[in-house]
């Protein structure tokens, strides 16, 4: 009887960490059904308006000293800056 | 070579004609007053090559007074300048009102308004009735002077009104020099 509790007690002792083990193994199952809260993904930010540098009528950057926003054409004033 | 004495002839014949030329003109100048001057050419506010000036015409429809028409040299503009002079101011007025009944008419859905130059300056700008045409007429008295402006332009690409503006003081001012 005593040496069936002792075999009894080595072999708690050869089987204990091995259960000790799954269950921690347990604990990491891919199947947790717990519900957990997904973070808020952060908001987009607005749109911010391109920056446009205004440019002459035709893509250029103004002709003949016109400047950005203005044209050179024949018009009431003669070849002059008119604005696009 | 010239000898002196056909020298001395053909000198005498010049002043001769020079003298006959210059009475000639007194006696036109003191019978009719010269207002071929009296309009202000629309060079003067562009690149000065930008309109070609048709010769005046004096005393337009038998009134007293210079018309004179300038086209753009790319034939897309054209500015007429028409001044008439009366016997007193009260008369200029009455010319004027007429002027901007007929200005009426040639501007579809005008709105007239005030415009810096001169006395009662107004202006009214819009379409040709036909609809083919901006038109800006600009009118104004100076005195026993009144004065129209027209601009007929592209559809597109009215007078600006500093333009007109600019023109119309330059005009007046021409008037009132004139006047002096």
């Known amino acids: 009887m005593h040496k069936f509790g002792i075999a009894l007690a080595v072999a708690?002792?050869?089987?204990?960490?091995?259960?000790?083990?799954?269950?921690?193994?347990?604990?990491?199952?891919s199947h947790d059904s717990s519900v957990y809260t997904q973070p808020a993904a952060p908001?987009?930010?607005?749109?911010?308006?391109?920056?446009?540098?205004?440019l002459d009528c035709v893509g250029g950057t103004g002709r003949l000293g016109c400047g950005p926003g203005w044209f050179w054409r024949d018009g009431w004033r003669g070849l002059s800056c008119y604005p696009c | 070579m010239k000898s002196?004495?056909?020298?001395?002839?053909?000198?005498?014949?010049?002043?001769?004609?020079?003298v006959g030329?210059?009475?000639?003109?007194l006696g036109s100048a003191a019978a009719q007053p010269d207002y071929s001057r009296l309009p202000v050419d629309p060079n003067v506010i562009t690149d000065s090559l930008a309109y070609n000036a048709t010769p005046p015409v004096l005393n337009p429809n038998g009134q007293p007074g210079v018309s004179a028409v300038y086209n753009h040299r790319d034939g897309s503009r054209q500015i007429t300048s028409t001044i008439l002079i009366l016997p007193d101011a009260a008369a200029a007025t009455a010319a004027l009102n007429g002027s901007r009944s007929e200005a009426a008419g040639e501007v579809a859905n005008g709105q007239p308004r005030p415009a810096a130059v001169g006395a009662g300056g107004e202006m009214v700008s819009g379409m040709s009735p036909?609809?083919?045409?901006?038109?800006?007429?600009?009118?104004?008295?100076?005195?026993?002077?009144?004065?129209?402006i027209q601009f007929d332009g592209p559809p597109k690409d009215p007078a600006p009104e500093d333009l007109v503006v600019e023109l119309g003081q330059k005009q007046d001012t021409a008037i009132k020099d004139w006047q002096a």
């Open chain 2, 21 to 25: 030329v210059t009475i000639a003109g």
């Open chain 2, 4 to 18: 002196p004495t056909m020298a001395v002839g053909s000198l005498a014949a010049a002043a001769a004609l020079t």
């Open chain 2, 130 to 148: 036909d609809g083919t045409q901006s038109v800006t007429v600009l009118t104004f008295t100076q005195g026993n002077a009144a004065a129209t």
């Open chain 1, 12 to 29: 708690a002792m050869i089987v204990g960490p091995m259960a000790t083990a799954q269950t921690a193994s347990a604990a990491q199952n």
């Open chain 1, 43 to 54: 908001k987009a930010a607005a749109p911010k308006a391109p920056d446009v540098q205004l």
